[in-house]
């Protein structure tokens, strides 16, 4: 299915799920126009008791999307911040899977994760502590409070601020919208290796900036752009 529809403009395939968008409601039925003919001429059949057409919002692989722009599922929200306190490595995974499903939406999510991730390590002998206790609290606050990701449009300005920890480094892309604030498209972060923690600030604030670029390449690739730093 996903070669047979490459290349549609705002169609999005993933296995046998289709999600069809337009940025009018002519470009939108303009677009599934193309997609039902393409799947005609393929000789495929679909359910049409599991089509959807023309919604004003849909739930697409545990995303809640609307015209403003995506959102965790409210379901899903309330498993994890109901989730209980890991007693082993197995259920800390459990648990931490189910949190990196939405790390788009999180700020700084792996510097916030780092003292959990620190009892996935070989060797390392199960102890839960207070600092694990406060980042586990911290993540589910966190989801709790997550803002929504409006869609990428690559016809408005996008901002990309980089910043760096002495454990981490986080990036956010964001829209310059119509009202002048910035609005998140998607975050990113990754705790630093041990080599990486020796760097100087400006060299992890480079990182930081490589990383985003290379995370977020699909929205900035032959674009003009703006990057924040905290040096210059």
């Keep these: 299915m996903e070669n047979l529809l490459q290349g549609i403009p705002r169609v999005v395939v993933r296995v046998d799920d289709i999600l069809i968008?337009?940025?009018?409601?002519?470009?939108?039925?303009?677009?599934?126009?193309?997609?039902l003919g393409k799947i005609q001429e393929s000789g495929m059949r679909l359910n049409k008791d599991k089509c959807v057409f023309l919604a004003p919002e849909v739930v697409y692989l545990g995303h809640r999307i609307d015209q403003y722009g995506i959102y965790p599922v409210e379901?899903?929200?309330?498993?994890?911040?109901?989730?209980?306190?890991?007693?082993?490595?197995?259920?800390?995974?459990s648990y931490l899977g189910m949190l990196n499903y939405y790390n788009r939406f999180l700020p700084d999510l792996?510097?916030?994760?780092?003292?959990?991730?620190?009892?996935l390590k070989k060797q390392k002998q199960w102890e839960?502590?207070?600092?694990?206790q406060e980042a586990f609290e911290l993540s589910k606050t966190l989801l709790k409070s997550s803002k929504v990701l409006v869609h990428y449009d690559p016809n408005k300005d996008i901002i990309l601020?980089?910043?760096?920890?002495p454990y981490g480094i986080r990036a956010v892309l964001s829209h310059k919208?119509?009202?002048?604030?910035?609005?998140?498209?998607?975050?990113?972060?990754?705790?630093?290796?041990?080599?990486?923690?020796?760097?100087?600030?400006?060299?992890?604030?480079?990182?930081?900036?490589?990383?985003?670029?290379?995370?977020?390449?699909?929205?900035?690739?032959?674009?003009?752009?703006?990057?924040?730093?905290?040096?210059?």
């Design 161 to 165: 601020s980089c910043d760096a920890s």
């Design 75 to 93: 379901s899903k929200v309330k498993a994890i911040t109901e989730a209980p306190e890991p007693k082993n490595v197995t259920e800390l995974k």
């Design 128 to 132: 839960w502590d207070k600092s694990q």
């Design 177 to 232: 919208m119509e009202d002048g604030c910035d609005r998140p498209v998607g975050y990113v972060s990754r705790t630093l290796a041990p080599a990486e923690r020796n760097y100087s600030v400006l060299e992890k604030e480079g990182l930081a900036v490589i990383f985003a670029l290379k995370k977020f390449h699909q929205y900035l690739f032959d674009r003009k752009f703006t990057i924040y730093t905290d040096h210059n």
């Design 110 to 119: 792996a510097s916030n994760l780092a003292p959990l991730h620190e009892l």
């Design 21 to 35: 968008t337009g940025s009018s409601k002519s470009e939108h039925l303009n677009n599934l126009e193309t997609v």
